[in-house]
């Protein structure tokens, strides 16, 4: 990105960083976390991708995991339709909105792309098989897989285009000395996309918060405890971090994986509470936590009928 002078009138400056600051004398930093709404859709519902605008249709689509890869479509982004697409059978006959082959590879982010000269090429995804491959679409439905796109990625990754430079983002998880760990994957013709190259993980700061938060969870009634609890001084790591271009920033929304307890084997894992911080970037590799790190998105308290998580 350009290393010029800010320019106010291009784009708003949200302070996440210092860069706009003469002097940080006297003033302080703070987060604030956006209101719970509830439930948008119910049923199972996960979702690696985020709802895009169709100018066509005039309407947000939204693919997303319940769990098969699901499609639902809404005009103002509150009140969502789960149309009956009838393209695959499940329980019995086809009247329900799955999106993608239950039996192939799972849809795991998928973007519209208004730039592509070529409308076969409207849609483009990244789907599972020991990694991320691309594919493209006309439609979203019917896909082309693209043979030169493999990406190398754990269980978890995130996908965005940048209109700054211009490119495809791909944000996936592999392991470092820190744990898991987010690497970044770029492509500008979406047919081939480069080597991954470390750019966030946990540290030591990261460590001592975990240890604090959970007992603050583990502690309060208010919340759920989780099924199983030790006391092992386990290690932060980073699961995962979606990344939006936005006023000539990248905000970052790193998922601060806090271990709890171990699941004995053969489960591999551990139970945790997942917490969604804020960080910020001008050029990609080199990232700030915004403030002193506090939850953006926490888990929250049972209500006794909805518990985020």
């Known amino acids: 990105m350009s290393t010029d002078l800010i320019d106010p009138k291009k784009h708003r400056q949200l302070f996440l960083d210092s ?46 995991n319940g769990p098969q890869a699901r499609f639902a479509t809404s005009r103002d982004g509150e009140h969502w339709e789960q149309p009956s697409l009838g393209l695959y059978e499940w329980d019995g006959n086809k009247d329900n909105n799955i999106a993608c082959d239950p039996n192939g590879p799972g849809l795991y982010h998928i973007v519209r792309d208004e730039r592509d000269p070529d409308p076969n090429r409207r849609y483009k995804a990244l789907f599972n098989g020991r990694g991320r491959c691309g594919a493209v679409s006309p439609d979203g439905f019917t896909w082309t897989p693209l043979p030169n796109s493999f990406i190398p990625s754990q269980d978890e990754s995130q996908f965005v285009y940048d209109p700054y430079t211009e490119q495809f983002l791909a944000m996936v998880k592999q392991p470092t000395e820190w744990g898991r760990s987010v690497w970044l994957a770029t492509s500008r013709d979406f047919d081939h996309f480069t080597a991954p190259e470390l750019i966030f993980h946990a540290d030591e700061t990261d460590w001592k918060n975990c240890r604090q938060r959970v007992r603050t969870i583990v502690d309060d009634p208010a919340y759920i405890t989780p099924p199983i609890v030790d006391d092992e001084d386990y290690h932060a790591e980073i699961y995962n971090m979606a990344v939006m271009p936005y006023q000539g920033l990248y905000i970052g929304f ?22 969604i911080e804020m960080a ?16 953006l998105i926490s888990i929250a308290p049972w209500d006794g009928k909805y518990y985020g998580t």
């Not at 998922?255 to 917490?275: C, L, M, S």
């Open 19 to 64: 860069r706009a600051l003469v002097s940080e004398q006297g003033t302080t930093r703070s987060l604030h976390p956006p209101k719970r709404c509830g439930p948008l859709i119910t049923g199972g519902i996960q979702s690696r991708s985020a709802p895009f605008w169709n100018p066509d249709e005039e309407r947000y689509e939204w693919w997303y």
């Open 254 to 275: 790193p998922t601060v994986f806090n271990p709890i307890g171990a699941i004995p084997p053969p489960a591999t894992n551990f139970t945790r509470i997942n917490q």
């Open 280 to 295: 910020v970037s001008r050029d990609l590799p080199t990232w700030a936590r915004v403030a002193t790190r506090p939850p």
